[in-house]
């Protein structure tokens, strides 16, 4: 018997002992995926790590292996201080000299060595020995670990690959675009003229000489092309019906055709179903064109520009309470369609202003149905002195048909009511602020030119030039995050290397700068508070600079 069966006939032992369910080969290594992203050990308990000489201790998740190896378990190669990959197919293989050839972001900075297996990859976890029978550098913790423990994490590290991604083909990577059926039509018919575009472009390009991982070829056996110059299938997936349907239709899809990652996309209010199966299968979710996007602390693979109209309330919530409070205002009126996205935003503010000696009182408007004016609208007749009216372009414009301006303070949600060309008449925008959650206009030019310049030389009609660009923006970023990912195809690599190029990112596109940390999900952080320059057009000026609430 192998050590790792034998370690895991223990752990099984020891769980039946202790009188749980003996779970199969896949739940030892899902224990051991615990101990590997959380630090959290099989029996609850947190994982314990010493970096012998220097004798720091870690504890719980800053002693996971995650923290250095990555979620993709490829490491990271940043000059002398490398963290060398453990993924099966690099630990249970030898590691030969270091290749030349590869570029140098991912050559070998480490010392060859021979394959590991169960057993001399425990005494490397428990007491820093690598499979030589050498001691590693301190920087890798040592780990006083049981042997279910160790039976767990050695089961997660030999299920751990980066070739066995969803999606993946010798030739092609397959990726799928998902529309929801409440996104708009004519955003929708922008966005995908792009991305076809896109693809067809991306096919039709010669290839380029692949960069070769040190394990590629020579030590591994390689994959053929590097990830970047396989052929894009891109796969439209429709949704339809309520959004509780959307998993089951999303898994059905998935099951009938893998994908590597989703690439853009477009929803409105509901975007959680796209997002959950996500996280689920590990598919990087890369940039949808989303209003109220939605990441869990656990949450991994999702990337967004910005977090949308829930940014926009966060805007919206300090101008009030910095600016407005100063000038005795007190009561906030929200309005807002019931299930469009401003029922979330409208929460997302009425909890940041939260003792700040606001009232807020919050207007449901039925979901369809023509209004009027907001006196007919409303339930309740009484007035506040800021309204946050949290709607489309067709109801602004019927409100302001039928309606003398509102006496106080108006705020309107920037990205569902058109941007600078929402359309609200001279009288009501005296007193009107929009959120903003992009560069302003006469500020976006050379960031914006190189995307506008594309579309143009594609003949591609403009209709929604802020969806049209991020969606181009969407697909650079993932052609050039493809490029430093060697050979392996591993969507958790994806997100680890558009980290990591985001930073240097010179074209923008609609947004002033991009990052994201680990554990960051928007790229985009922040925004304006912007008003209209004069009585007509689509000129505006900032009222506040640049803001991160
Ligand atoms: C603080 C950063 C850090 C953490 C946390 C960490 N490691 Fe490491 N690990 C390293 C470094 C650095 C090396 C390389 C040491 C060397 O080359 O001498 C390494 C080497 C290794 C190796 C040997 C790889 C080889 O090719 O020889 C294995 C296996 C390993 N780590 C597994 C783990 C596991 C499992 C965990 C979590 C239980 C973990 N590491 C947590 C930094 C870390």
Same mark, same amino acid.
């Given at each position: 018997?192998r050590i790792?069966q034998?370690l895991?006939?223990?752990?099984?032992?020891?769980?039946?002992?202790?009188?749980?369910?003996?779970?199969?080969?896949?739940?030892?290594?899902?224990?051991?995926? *615990?101990?590997?992203?959380?630090?959290?050990?099989?029996?609850? #308990?947190?994982? @314990?790590?010493?970096q012998?000489?220097m004798?720091?201790?870690?504890?719980?998740?800053?002693?996971?292996?995650v923290?250095?190896?990555?979620?993709?378990?490829?490491?990271?190669?940043?000059?002398?201080?490398a963290?060398?990959?453990?993924?099966?197919?690099?630990?249970f293989? $030898?590691?030969? $000299? +270091?290749?030349?050839?590869?570029?140098?972001?991912?050559?070998?900075?480490?010392?060859?060595?021979a #394959?590991?297996?169960?057993e001399?990859?425990?005494?490397?976890?428990?007491?820093?020995?690598?499979?030589?029978?050498?001691?590693?550098?301190?920087?890798?913790?040592?780990?006083?670990?049981?042997? !279910?423990?160790?039976?767990?994490?050695?089961?997660?590290l030999?299920?751990?690959?980066?070739h066995?991604?969803?999606?993946?083909? @010798?030739?092609?990577?397959?990726?799928?675009?998902?529309?929801?059926?409440d996104?708009?039509?004519v955003?929708?018919?922008?966005?995908?003229?792009?991305?076809?575009?896109y693809?067809t =472009?991306?096919?039709? !390009?010669?290839?380029?000489?692949?960069? &070769?991982?040190?394990?590629?070829?020579?030590?591994?056996?390689?994959?053929?092309?590097?990830?970047?110059?396989?052929?894009?299938?891109?796969?439209?997936w429709?949704l339809?019906?309520a959004? +509780?349907?959307?998993?089951?239709?999303?898994e059905?899809?998935? !099951?009938? =055709?893998?994908?590597?990652?989703?690439?853009?996309?477009?929803?409105?209010?509901?975007?959680?179903?796209?997002?959950?199966?996500?996280?689920?299968?590990?598919?990087?979710?890369f940039?949808?064109?989303?209003?109220?996007?939605i990441?869990?602390?656990?949450?991994?693979?999702?990337?967004?520009?910005?977090?949308?109209?829930?940014? +926009?309330?966060q805007l919206?919530a300090?101008?009030?309470?910095?600016?407005?409070?100063?000038?005795? #205002?007190?009561?906030?009126r929200?309005?807002?369609?019931?299930?469009?996205?401003?029922?979330a *935003?409208?929460a997302?503010?009425?909890?940041?202003l939260?003792?700040?000696?606001?009232?807020?009182?919050?207007?449901?408007?039925?979901?369809?149905?023509?209004?009027? &004016?907001?006196?007919d609208?409303?339930?309740?007749?009484?007035?506040?002195?800021?309204?946050?009216?949290?709607?489309?372009?067709h109801?602004l414009?019927?409100?302001?048909?039928?309606?003398a $301006? $509102?006496?106080?303070r108006?705020y309107?949600?920037?990205?569902?009511?058109?941007?600078?060309?929402?359309?609200?008449?001279?009288?009501?925008?005296?007193?009107?602020a929009?959120?903003y959650?992009?560069?302003?206009?006469?500020?976006?030019?050379?960031?914006?030119?190189?995307?506008?310049?594309?579309?143009?030389?594609?003949h591609?009609?403009?209709v929604?030039?802020q969806?049209?660009?991020?969606?181009?923006?969407?697909?650079?970023?993932?052609?050039?995050?493809?490029?430093?990912?060697a050979?392996h195809?591993?969507g958790?690599?994806?997100?680890e290397?558009?980290q990591?190029?985001?930073?240097?990112?010179?074209?923008?596109?609609?947004?002033?700068?991009? !990052?994201?940390?680990?554990?960051?999900?928007f790229?985009?952080?922040?925004?304006?508070?912007?008003r209209?320059?004069?009585?007509?057009?689509?000129?505006?000026?900032?009222?506040?600079?640049?803001?991160?609430?």
């Amino acid at each position: 018997m192998r050590i790792g069966q034998r370690l895991a006939v223990i752990a099984c032992a020891l769980l039946a002992a202790a009188g749980r369910p003996v779970p199969n080969r896949s739940d030892i290594a899902q224990l051991g995926e *615990a101990i590997y992203l959380h630090g959290v050990l099989p029996g609850g #308990a947190p994982l @314990e790590g010493t970096q012998s000489r220097m004798g720091i201790h870690q504890h719980g998740a800053d002693a996971a292996c995650v923290n250095c190896h990555q979620r993709s378990g490829l490491g990271s190669h940043e000059g002398a201080s490398a963290i060398p990959p453990v993924t099966s197919e690099y630990l249970f293989h $030898p590691r030969l $000299p +270091e290749a030349h050839d590869g570029p140098a972001a991912i050559a070998n900075p480490h010392r060859p060595r021979a #394959a590991y297996n169960d057993e001399t990859l425990a005494r490397a976890i428990r007491s820093g020995i690598d499979s030589e029978g050498r001691p590693l550098n301190d920087l890798m913790p040592r780990f006083d670990l049981d042997d !279910a423990s160790i039976a767990a994490v050695v089961a997660y590290l030999r299920e751990l690959a980066s070739h066995r991604s969803p999606g993946v083909t @010798e030739a092609a990577l397959h990726f799928a675009t998902i529309v929801t059926p409440d996104a708009d039509p004519v955003a929708r018919r922008g966005m995908l003229d792009v991305l076809e575009r896109y693809v067809t =472009q991306h096919n039709s !390009a010669p290839l380029k000489p692949s960069p &070769s991982s040190w394990a590629a070829g020579r030590q591994v056996g390689a994959t053929g092309a590097g990830v970047a110059n396989r052929h894009w299938q891109l796969h439209l997936w429709e949704l339809s019906g309520a959004p +509780e349907t959307w998993r089951a239709q999303l898994e059905r899809q998935f !099951a009938a =055709q893998p994908v590597f990652a989703l690439l853009s996309g477009l929803g409105t209010a509901q975007w959680a179903p796209v997002q959950g199966f996500c996280e689920q299968h590990a598919v990087p979710c890369f940039f949808p064109n989303v209003e109220v996007p939605i990441a869990g602390e656990q949450d991994f693979y999702s990337v967004y520009f910005s977090e949308g109209v829930l940014l +926009e309330a966060q805007l919206i919530a300090r101008a009030i309470a910095s600016g407005d409070a100063d000038s005795g #205002a007190s009561t906030v009126r929200q309005v807002y369609r019931r299930g469009d996205s401003g029922e979330a *935003a409208a929460a997302v503010l009425t909890t940041a202003l939260q003792g700040r000696n606001f009232g807020v009182t919050n207007d449901a408007l039925p979901a369809e149905g023509a209004i009027r &004016s907001l006196n007919d609208a409303l339930a309740r007749g009484h007035s506040a002195e800021i309204l946050v009216l949290w709607l489309r372009p067709h109801d602004l414009a019927a409100l302001a048909r039928h309606d003398a $301006p $509102p006496p106080g303070r108006l705020y309107l949600s920037g990205i569902m009511s058109g941007l600078e060309n929402a359309p609200l008449p001279p009288s009501w925008r005296a007193n009107a602020a929009l959120s903003y959650p992009f560069e302003l206009p006469q500020r976006r030019g050379v960031q914006l030119d190189y995307a506008r310049g594309w579309l143009s030389f594609n003949h591609i009609p403009v209709v929604d030039l802020q969806v049209q660009a991020d969606t181009y923006l969407a697909c650079t970023l993932l052609s050039d995050a493809l490029k430093l990912m060697a050979d392996h195809a591993s969507g958790a690599y994806l997100i680890e290397q558009l980290q990591g190029l985001l930073e240097h990112r010179s074209l923008t596109g609609y947004y002033p700068h991009l !990052a994201l940390a680990t554990h960051q999900h928007f790229a985009s952080k922040g925004g304006y508070i912007v008003r209209f320059d004069t009585p007509q057009g689509t000129s505006v000026v900032a009222n506040s600079p640049w803001t991160v609430p």
